[in-house]
DNA sequence: GGATTTATTGACTAATCGGTCAAATTACAG
DNA sequence: CTGTAATTTGACCGATTAGTCAATAAATCC
């Protein structure tokens, strides 16, 4: 009288079920970058990642869900780079590795970048909360270190959070404004070097604003 | 055998068009900048408008119209800051003009900034050939401004087209992510003096990072 | 192979939304 | 005031879209 084993919430998914959550989070993040949560169909997702509509809505009940799971699956990532800045390390070093790492992941994953720009800009509806909690204590966090870098004479006078939102602005720049970073400079984006050039443009601006004089 | 005077498009504008053309695009500017053109509805528009939606629909035949008009009337100003760069001026302080101009809008027209950063984000597809045309000649040109002042050592090094990606970034930032930074910061963003203070961080960072070392 | 669970789909529904239209109301010129 | 043009609106329509459902096909377990 055990029972048969159903399908419950607990269980650990099927190769299947890992396999196509997978193809549907990677095409809803290149929908929801281009068009938004609104502007994203469930049809045009499912295209995209090469199944029925039902089908898709048999592994995420709701286009929301879909919003959800992408948000929370880039998330952490995002944040790597911040977290791994080391108290003890060379300051102008410090910085210089985490711009590099942003700069990187906005030149490898633009999708993701646009994704979050996109859901900031709109108010933060879905990770409004974690942006108060997650992400303010991870600034404060880290500003503590700045500032004890400034206190230091290590680096010039700087209200930390702005330096991170310099930071944040300028190294995703290149990832959310992509069309009109194109539009200005043609052809030479696609060049082999731009990136090398893009990465010492504002490596160049960013670290000697900050080095003490 | 003249006719009777009847509507044509030349003609002017009533004063009743022309009030309610402006509540209009100030409504689609506030519904657009903060859900996008998709994420917009006609009928909110016309809400916000305090008007029918079929009345709306009697200035603007269709969204889309809508939708260019709020672009239109806020392209050029939008581009008056970097127009304002005085060849003749002392670069340092032509910069410092140039970025408190620019941080100067945002705070003042944040849903300006946001709806051209949707639009960017989302593909440039209503203002894509401008990008092309209009702000790639005005870059051209203030980029061999900053060229010559760079040759004449009076900036540091910079590929001039990075030196603007990089105050459009920052500038534009507190403004499209304004929900993140008052996630981050709190109340304080509404304190007096927030405005200096970020405006300090800002022209801090950028400035010496350009200045010639 | 046979039974059971998982995966997939075509067909459908209800709701939303862009846009139309004819009719009513208001502003205004003479 | 009177007639004409400008303005406003309720009611409506067709298209799109989120989500459902019952039925089918495929995988898995014994």
């Not at 995703?172 to 060049?191: I, M, N, T």
Request: aromatic share 8%; hydrophobic share 40%.
């Amino acid at each position: 009288m055990t029972g048969k084993p159903k399908k419950e919430a607990g269980d650990k998914p099927t190769r299947i079920q890992e396999v196509n959550r997978g193809v549907i989070l990677d095409a809803a993040l290149e929908m929801f970058s281009n068009y938004g949560l609104r502007g994203t169909t469930i049809d045009q997702i499912a295209e995209k990642a090469c199944m029925s509509k039902p089908n898709l809505l048999y592994y995420f009940k709701r286009k929301d869900d879909i919003y959800a799971a992408v948000l929370e699956a880039t998330l952490d990532e995002w944040l790597q780079p911040m977290m791994a800045l080391d108290p003890d390390g060379d300051p102008v070093e410090e910085l210089r590795k985490y711009i590099t790492r942003k700069l990187e992941m906005s030149a490898k994953k633009p999708a993701a970048s646009r994704f979050f720009a996109n859901e900031i800009l709109h108010g933060a509806p879905h990770v409004g909360g974690f942006l108060k909690t997650g992400l303010k204590e991870l600034v404060d966090r880290k500003s503590a270190v700045i500032r004890t870098w400034v206190s230091q004479g290590k680096l010039a006078p700087i209200d930390p959070p702005h330096l991170f939102f310099i930071i944040w602005a300028t190294t995703q720049h290149y990832a959310d404004f992509d069309v009109q970073v194109r539009a200005v400079l043609g052809s030479q984006v696609d060049k082999p070097g731009f990136y090398e050039q893009t990465a010492q443009a504002v490596l160049s601006v960013v670290l000697n604003g900050v080095r003490p004089r």
